[in-house]
């Protein structure tokens, strides 16, 4: 009889094994390779948040404070979150010029990557929106008519029918949409600016705010056409109607005086 020069293998010896060499492997990929893009990934989030650290000591902490906490001169800035600075500062909206009722948009002082520096500071004091993508404000695809329904229920009492804007109370204003880029708006829409309220995904889904984009863009494109003529600011049928009586009247009444004044010259003659 044959003696046995080594013990019999267990019929699972090849699986675990097999399991072991994917365990060690996985291990060491989720040591080195993920470890290294996240590690990078944190440098250059820390490198901006310092650098945007910076610029808003510069810039900002006059009137907001030195830690974004909030003055007199202006209001707390923990929480706003990135979208709300890439706004502000994208549109030249801030730094403000001077203290008002509404601060203005104005021409921009800062480079874009300036900006994400700035929005990766203060979105670090306190979570808030997040500044959004390209893919989240791009109207391409979307529905103009629920669009337009949106926007005469939730917006035009501010900014008119086709978004031209119009007068608040107290020297505050609604801001003219005409031109102002899909990303501004999406950012207004999702942080409230100044007087107008925020939308939140919550509230406004992503796809409704994209829609009030589209019609924006087609009502006040260079291809739309007012089929009553003249839209006098878009201001709607009363304000239009009033309009016309009170000139049209106002045109008649100025016809009936010069023929009577005519007629009563040729008698005399």
């Known amino acids: 009889m044959k003696k046995l020069s080594a013990r019999r293998r267990h019929p699972l010896a090849a699986v675990v094994v097999l399991l072991f060499a994917l365990a060690v492997t996985g291990g060491l990929y989720a040591a080195f390779a993920p470890a290294g893009k996240a590690q990078a990934d944190e440098t250059a989030q820390s490198l901006a948040i310092e650098e945007g650290k910076k610029l808003y000591a510069v810039g900002c902490a006059s009137c907001h404070g030195t830690g974004g906490q909030g003055s007199s001169d202006g209001p707390s800035l923990v929480g706003v979150g990135s979208a709300a600075v890439d706004f502000q500062v994208s549109t030249g909206r801030m730094p403000a010029q001077q203290p008002g009722a509404q601060v203005p948009k104005k021409r921009n002082i800062y480079s874009q990557a300036q900006i994400d520096q700035l929005a990766a500071y203060i979105a670090s004091l306190g979570a808030g929106p997040i500044t959004p993508t390209e893919k989240q404000y791009d109207p391409a695809g979307a529905d103009i008519a629920a669009g337009g329904e949106l926007f005469r229920n939730n917006c035009a009492q501010c900014h008119n029918f086709t978004g031209e804007g119009g007068a608040l109370t107290n020297g505050k204003y609604a801001p003219n ?5 899909p990303k501004h708006i999406y950012e207004a829409m999702l942080t409230g600016p100044q007087n107008m309220p925020s939308f939140p995904d919550s509230t406004m889904p992503e796809k409704q705010k994209k829609d009030i984009i589209a019609y924006l863009q087609n009502v006040n494109g260079e291809k739309s056409v007012s089929p009553g003529g003249l839209k006098l600011g878009g201001l709607g049928p009363v304000s239009e109607g009033l309009f016309g009586w009170i000139f049209g ?5 100025a016809v ?8 009563a010259k040729a008698k005399k003659s």
């Open 249 to 253: 009247l106002g045109a008649l009444i």
């Open 256 to 263: 009936a005086v010069w023929v009577a004044a005519h007629t």
């Open 177 to 181: 949409l005409e031109g102002v880029e």
